[in-house]
């Protein structure tokens, strides 16, 4: 997605050969129009798919998720990282380790906003390792729902998140893949659609 790309390319930092920070645009502060443009690509390319409901997890994943489904026209629903007082009956839950917060939370997700017979579309602001969409997965099915595809925003490519999700049979997504960060550059994988 060529918007996204440049928005990268002029509002990103690469602040190692691992890390980005989008700060400017999406995981703090948040472009209104830049995630409306998102919405529309994801529903694009996943509205053959017969998708039900999106999920995704707090907090960065809301804003592309609720454009998806504005676009859509069905709901998503946001795994939480934390219980709260609020959220503590009928539970399906997994433990997912954030590269960047150097640590792990237990994410939940009710089993009534997930229907056993709906297919669900996981959207998610990063795919590195993958540990985040494959929690999401596992809530998914866990509460008996298929996975019909996995919507990502931004692709660290060089890092295994993809294949672990292609290895177990889901449709991937990335509207940004990164190739290469670097001091002074970002680099993008060239994809043919």
Do not use: C, W
Not at 24 to 50: K, S, T
Not at 169 to 186: F, M, N, T
């Amino acid at each position: 997605m060529k918007q996204l790309e440049d928005k990268i390319r002029d509002e990103g930092r690469a602040l190692s050969d691992q890390v980005l920070k989008v700060d400017a645009f999406l995981n703090h502060q948040v472009d209104p129009e830049l995630m409306q443009a998102i919405g529309r690509e994801f529903a694009d390319r996943f509205r053959d798919d017969q998708i039900d409901r999106i999920v995704t997890l707090e907090s960065s994943g809301i804003a592309p998720a609720m454009m998806t489904a504005l676009e859509l026209g069905i709901p998503f629903v946001f795994a939480r990282k934390r219980k709260s007082l609020t959220l503590q009956d009928d539970l399906v839950e997994a433990d997912v380790y954030s590269f960047t917060k150097q640590e792990t939370n237990r994410i939940s997700l009710s089993r009534r906003f997930v229907q056993p017979d709906e297919r669900i579309l996981v959207i998610d602001d990063f795919l590195a390792n993958g540990e985040a969409a494959l929690g999401l997965t596992q809530l998914v099915e866990s509460a008996g729902a298929t996975v019909a595809g996995v919507g990502i925003v931004i692709e660290k490519s060089f890092q295994p998140g993809r294949d672990k999700l292609i290895d177990k049979g889901y449709h991937v997504e990335s509207l940004a893949r990164i190739a290469k960060l670097g001091a002074d550059s970002i680099s993008f994988v060239e994809v043919v659609r």
